[in-house]
């Protein structure tokens, strides 16, 4: 199983990127792909969560508003459009997949880096 996140940078406060995650050798039958963040001596964190077969979505508060987790079912690839961003949100961001009935997330990708500056 392997998980490859991309789409990170450097932006301003106030700008936006997408992260993207692309999928493969993931056997669970129905699984979630979440996105997580872990910023410089704290804690990692979940951001966004989505149901791969239903769309389902989840979100911490901190993002609701400004955050959209989407996937794309042909190309295994789940993407996480961040809009006005923030400095806080400053952090390396992972995706994760885990079996749907399961809370543990199984396995991780490489994150990257989002770097917002004031």
């Known amino acids: 199983v392997q998980l490859q996140a991309s789409g990170g940078g450097l932006v301003q406060a106030g700008d936006s990127l997408r992260l993207s995650c692309t999928a493969s050798?993931?056997?669970?039958?129905?699984?979630?792909m979440g996105w997580f963040r872990q910023a410089p001596g704290k804690e990692r964190e979940f951001v966004a969560a989505?149901?791969?077969?239903?769309?389902?979505?989840y979100y911490a508060d901190s993002v609701k508003a400004r955050f959209a987790i989407s996937r794309d079912k042909a190309k295994n690839t789940a993407y996480l459009q961040m809009n006005s961003l923030k400095p806080e949100d400053t952090a390396v961001y992972y995706c994760?997949?885990?079996?749907?009935?399961?809370?543990?997330?199984?396995?991780w990708g490489q994150g990257t880096q989002v770097t917002v500056s004031s």
């Open positions: 994760a997949a885990r079996p749907i009935r399961e809370y543990e997330y199984r396995h």
């Open positions: 050798g993931l056997t669970f039958s129905s699984f979630v």
């Open positions: 989505i149901g791969w077969s239903s769309g389902t979505t």
